[in-house]
């Protein structure tokens, strides 16, 4: 039987060294990268936790768990951010998928036609992707008897946190329609627009997708835009906004060209006039009735 004699590190064999396994050895950085791994940081749930498990006083989970719902409510607005960016970022340009024409009653004004998107269209490109980011979206419509419409969009993460878009119009009766169809059509109106604000979405300015930077260029001014929009507020009975952007042929009053301005601001400042007058005779007539 052949002898042997274990050595430290290596064993003797009939008078010869044979070199023994070696365990590895670790290198410097992973040694110290062993050393200074931080430790996990506590959530305010570990705290919660531990507190309940020490018997901590009611005043103290009280606060823990206020800071655990503060803590929740930061990360779900957190992870909406990422989730909107990340959306974005793949939403493409709407396709305009509709075309919008009548006849004009007033013969010195022209047609309608102009072009733009469905709620549909809308839905076919964005839902898929939204869905894919843990987001949805949803709408509250409030339409009392006459009163303006008010429509408020929704968007939503899957871990709670919201943000809304809220837009008021009229009911649109341009296009000879009946009083439901008014309705339907001014709600449909805002919730496209509700949610394009929301999301941030852009049409194509032609069917195919192609865009017109002279269109772009075309558009009002920051001044004209407030002008026209301090003319539209500028009366307590808001006027028929989807009638009055249909005679310029555009879907917002930023959209309404600057060739268009004056006619535009014209227009409102009619219609303001009149509806002044209106109500200054209606007054009139009320005070003449108290003193007879």
């Not at 901590?56 to 607005?77: P, V, Y």
């Not at 878009?165 to 341009?174: G, L």
């Not at 042929?249 to 509806?275: G, P, Q």
Request: with cysteine; glycine share 6%; charged share 30%.
């Amino acid at each position: 039987m052949t002898k042997t004699k274990e050595t430290e590190g290596a064993e003797v064999l009939e008078g010869e060294v044979v070199d023994a396994p070696r365990k590895p050895v670790a290198t410097r950085s992973q040694r110290q990268s062993r050393e200074v791994a931080p430790a996990p940081q506590p959530t305010p749930m570990m705290m919660l936790q531990h507190a309940v498990e020490s018997g901590g006083s009611l005043e103290t989970i009280a606060k823990l768990m206020d800071l655990q719902e503060r803590w929740e409510k930061n990360e779900a607005r957190k992870a909406y951010d990422d989730a909107m960016a990340a959306a974005k970022s793949k939403i493409p340009v709407i396709r305009k998928n509709r075309h919008v024409g009548f006849k004009s009653k007033d013969p010195n004004k022209a047609d309608t036609s102009y072009d733009h998107e469905d709620m549909g269209e809308i839905a076919r490109t964005v839902d898929p992707i939204l869905s894919e980011h843990g987001l949805s979206y949803r709408f509250k419509t409030d339409a009392k008897p006459g009163q303006p419409i008010t429509v408020t969009c929704i968007i939503a993460h899957r871990l709670g946190h919201t943000e809304d878009v809220t837009m008021t119009a009229p009911h649109d009766a341009s296009g000879n329609k009946n009083p439901i169809q008014a309705i339907g059509s001014a709600v449909t109106y805002l919730q496209r627009y509700t949610l394009k604000a929301s999301l941030g979405l852009a049409a194509a300015e032609d069917d195919d997708g192609a865009s017109s930077g002279t269109a772009e260029q075309d558009r009002l001014s920051m001044e004209q835009y407030d002008e026209i929009m301090d003319l539209v507020k500028a009366t307590d009975t808001p006027p028929n906004m989807a009638a009055f952007l249909a005679m310029f042929k555009a879907e917002s009053v930023s959209d309404i060209r600057t060739k268009d301005f004056d006619e535009a601001k014209r227009t409102l400042e009619s219609r303001n006039a009149k509806v002044k007058a209106k109500a200054e005779a209606a007054k009139k007539t009320g005070d003449q009735g108290r003193l007879v």
